[in-house]
């Protein structure tokens, strides 16, 4: 008999912790506030730790949790689907989510909006819980838009400040480009599978061949799916709400830039290998999208000196990394690498929050170095998360990209070398990233207990750089030592053959020989250690010779420096247009003319209208008893025109 593992409590626990603290929160301690964030996203860990032990030999289970749309023979019921992909999903998000919950204790403690910013966490947590448990396309794009809206309220979360709402605009409107090429590719699902259920559209879709022929209905979902990963997941064209994302919090750009919410697309897109096994073409333009950002992001990590951006454009090329293992079939690998991948970054960005607090709110990474004697426990962390990263054995990071590397080989040798030089130039921008910070002299300033002399983003000014309190430095070790294990799962293909029975035939056949795949794990380590060496050439043993280089690179290092001017172009080519000249003009007569007139109008209209309908009430019965039969003759009169209908 199959257990019933009330996977509705996983998502309705941060929900009510959210509404707890959102309608409560303001009126209570900070202590307070922080017991109700913490114990119901905890219990949501804790509960789905449950069904992870519950649910062995009943995979998949399904949960229905009511009824919820009925139209025709369409249906779309508020339901739960539980495989071992969705278990992966879910004890990454729980897991993680707690820890960064509990590190955001310390690190948030003395901001004025403390119980708001909980309540947005917990809500976030929810939404991406009912995105990862939906069982339908449709109740995965509530979750799907749900963390759209809790990512702007957090990318936002300090909104006096002009560059953090901008940025949490940019997030939303950036998603919605989009969101709606997933609903259009949501709508041709419906037309011609008449479902939005996972099994019901699939089990459609199995009996259909390969689309090899050309560009097919399956290969015209699988690219508008995609277009909505991009905007989710920040690949390009629609990577540039991203990195401005750092504005918020440290701890969000953890939870949700890092950890979770960027891998939505990932997911999704691994959710629906049935279509793309099927769509060759799409499949393509999922590898092509996700090997390009993977190697363009990366470059543009090379020259920032934001500590968080970063991390922030590591991220766009991770999930480059993972996109090109899903458009190569690689399934298992992307969702491997998603997992490693939100342990040793949701580690960096929370070692880096760590960094910011001790040097008092600073980010540029020129004005830090030598903090390894200030910060020891946060060097040691983010340490680990760094050869993690730079896919150094054997650390998680090195089996997950090992093995996307290792697929990617086998279905198209130039998916592996640019993979293989973005990994060396990964490695190099992150060594640089700990040898400017923790090595060599402090270059900061000195700030005093209030933090007059810190020129930081985060505020936190507490005299000489110092360590951060434990309720920070416990979720780091813990991730660190997940970022040191984790990978482990992977060795004889454990992980792939637990994800078997999701993806079954999806991954790639194995068509090269154990030797070569020794060889080839031997040439990414080399290459990983080569970037190590140059990184400390660069910026330890020589570092005079990063200005010269840059002197002598010229135009081409501006243009790293500028993110290739992306931003800028895409100001030129979308954004003028739409607040300049003529079509500003047009824009401000459809405001005025159209929308403050339509409001201000209704306004008027109504107030005509309700002062003639207050004469019906004039406290004479005989007028009510002529408005009643009134109302009653216009009753019958509909009813016997529908019997005559009928």
């Known amino acids: 008999m199959t257990p019933n593992l009330n996977l509705w409590l996983i998502p309705v626990l941060p929900l009510a912790g959210a509404a707890i603290n959102g309608f409560l929160g303001k009126k209570s301690s900070r202590a307070a506030v922080s017991v109700v964030a913490l114990f119901f996203s905890g219990a949501a860990f804790v509960w789905a730790l449950a069904v992870a032990f519950r649910s062995f030999g009943t995979l998949p289970y399904e949960e229905y949790v009511a009824h919820w749309i009925r139209s025709g023979s369409f249906t779309a019921d508020f339901a739960f689907y539980l495989d071992q992909l969705s278990l992966v999903m879910l004890l990454v998000v729980t897991g993680v989510g707690f820890l960064i919950h509990v590190y955001s204790v310390g690190y948030m403690w003395e901001d004025p909006g403390y119980y708001r910013f909980f309540s947005y966490l917990n809500l976030f947590l929810f939404f991406m819980l009912t995105l990862v448990l939906a069982n339908n396309y449709l109740l995965m794009f509530i979750g799907w838009e749900g963390v759209g809206?809790?990512?702007?309220?957090?990318?936002?979360?300090?909104f006096t400040k002009d560059s953090a709402a901008s940025a949490g605009k940019k997030a939303f409107i950036v998603n919605r480009i989009g969101d709606f090429g997933f609903l259009i590719g949501l709508f041709l699902i419906i037309q011609h599978f008449h479902s939005l259920n996972f099994t019901q559209v699939f089990d459609q879709i199995h009996p259909i061949a390969s689309e090899t022929a050309g560009a097919g209905l399956l290969t015209s979902i699988g690219i508008l799916l995609m277009v909505g990963a991009c905007g989710k997941s920040a690949q390009i064209p629609l990577y540039i709400w991203l990195p401005d994302a750092m504005e918020g919090p440290t701890p969000v750009s953890a939870l949700i830039h890092a950890a979770t919410m960027v891998t939505a697309g990932v997911y999704m897109v691994a959710r629906s290998h049935v279509i793309f096994e099927r769509a060759p073409v799409a499949l393509t333009v999922v590898a092509i999208i996700g090997t390009l950002t993977a190697l363009f992001a990366a470059t543009i990590g090379i020259a920032q000196t934001d500590i968080k951006k970063v991390l922030a454009y590591s991220t766009v090329s991770q999930l480059g990394y993972m996109f090109m293992a899903c458009g190569v079939g690689a399934f298992s690998a992307g969702i491997f690498h998603l997992m490693t991948h939100a342990f040793f970054k949701g580690l960096l960005f929370l070692a880096a929050g760590s960094v910011i607090h001790a040097v008092g709110g600073e980010?540029?990474?020129?004005?830090?170095g030598g903090l390894r004697t200030y910060i020891p426990v946060t060097f040691a962390t983010m340490l680990i998360a760094t050869i993690a990263i730079a896919g150094i054995p054997p650390l998680a990071g090195f089996w997950s990209k090992d093995e996307i590397l290792w697929q990617a080989y086998q279905t198209n040798w130039v998916y592996w070398l640019i993979g293989l030089i973005t990994a060396f130039i990964t490695s190099f921008y992150m060594f640089r990233l700990l040898f400017m910070t923790f090595f060599g002299d402090y270059h900061g300033i000195h700030v005093d207990e209030h933090g007059r002399s810190s020129h930081g983003h985060d505020g936190h000014g507490h005299g000489e750089p110092h360590e951060s309190p434990m309720v920070m430095l416990v979720p780091l070790m813990i991730l660190a030592f997940l970022s040191l294990v984790g990978g482990l799962v992977?060795?004889?293909?454990?992980?792939?053959?637990?994800?078997?029975?999701?993806?079954?035939?999806?991954e790639a056949a194995q068509t090269a020989g154990h030797g070569t795949e020794l060889l080839l794990m031997l040439v990414s380590v080399v290459v990983a250690l080569l970037g190590a060496m140059l990184a400390w050439l660069l910026y330890l043993s020589k570092p005079y010779l990063p200005q010269k280089i840059a002197a002598a690179l010229g135009g081409f290092y501006e243009a790293v420096v500028n993110k290739y001017y992306v931003d800028e172009l895409?100001?030129?080519?979308?954004?003028?247009?739409l607040v300049d000249g003529s079509t500003k003009i047009l824009w401000q007569g459809v405001d005025r003319k159209v929308i403050d007139d339509s409001i201000n109008d209704a306004a008027d209209g109504a107030r005509h209208v309700s002062d003639e309908v207050r004469h019906m009430q004039s406290g004479n019965l005989r007028s009510y008893a002529g408005w009643i039969a009134a109302g009653a003759a216009v009753l019958i009169a509909y009813m016997i025109w529908l019997g005559v209908r009928g």
């Not at 980010?363 to 830090?368: F, N």
């Not at 992977?490 to 999806?506: Q, T, W």
């Open 149 to 158: 809206l809790a990512s702007y309220l957090l990318i936002g979360f300090w």
């Open 363 to 368: 980010q540029d990474m020129r004005k830090m």
């Open 490 to 506: 992977g060795i004889g293909n454990r992980f792939e053959h637990f994800l078997a029975p999701v993806f079954g035939s999806a």
């Open 570 to 577: 895409y100001a030129t080519v979308f954004v003028k247009p």
